[in-house]
């Protein structure tokens, strides 16, 4: 069976059933007909996760009680898929260092004390999923590192100019079976009561 391929401009009103379309030289032509993200949102599969308005302290090493958290219940029937994360300045001075994607490969409970934040859906008004975030909040072991995500470098707010807001497009390559936990946490000099505000974007997929 041969396909039928057109070269040069096809128009077609809605509804309409035709072949493909390729150049002069041959090659099929292909277009996005929209964003990477906007099937995950219009399905309402895709939510973002973010530290307090009033912004948290990165941290120095990894620890128990990671400023941002997000785990994936054990009873999720879920995987969750990173999709991005963001990094953002409010005030204070920071100090050099780095902010770095943390795994809890074994994080069967809820992380306890600290502040449950609530995840919001791309598809606004839609319900939340069933993953969940924390700032924080203790864990039942120091994360192991994965890989860095941001670089600090040293900044003093009254003698420089602010951190662009910063954005790492993870697209899906850090997925979390139920039972699982990703952190982002400062590895970074103390600096001077540096507050951020860490956030992630992911989407919920059937297991």
Not at 146 to 175: E, K, M, N, Q
Request: glycine fraction near 12%; charged fraction near 10%.
């Amino acid at each position: 069976m041969l396909a039928e391929i057109t070269t040069g401009v096809v128009t077609r009103g809605d509804g309409a059933v035709g072949g493909a379309r390729a150049t002069r030289l041959g090659a099929l032509v292909t277009a996005k007909g929209q964003g990477d993200f906007t099937e995950a949102a219009l399905r309402a599969r895709m939510f973002d996760l973010v530290t307090p308005v009033a912004g948290v302290a990165p941290g120095t090493v990894l620890s128990t009680t990671p400023p941002l958290t997000l785990w994936n219940p054990p009873s999720s029937g879920t995987l969750v898929a990173v999709l991005k994360s963001y990094l953002g300045y409010i005030s204070g001075t920071l100090g050099g260092g780095s902010v770095v994607y943390a795994v809890v490969p074994a994080q069967m409970t809820v992380p306890t004390t600290g502040t449950e934040l609530v995840p919001q859906c791309s598809l606004v008004g839609a319900p939340r999923g069933v993953a969940r975030g924390f700032t924080g909040s203790t864990l039942v072991a120091i994360p192991t590192l994965l890989r860095p995500a941001y670089v600090l470098g040293a900044f003093a707010a009254a003698t420089a100019v602010a951190p662009d807001p910063a954005l790492d497009l993870v697209h899906g390559a850090i997925v979390l079976p139920p039972g699982t936990c990703l952190c982002l946490q400062g590895v970074a000099a103390a600096g001077t009561t540096p507050l951020m505000l860490l956030s992630l974007a992911y989407e919920e997929l059937p297991l």
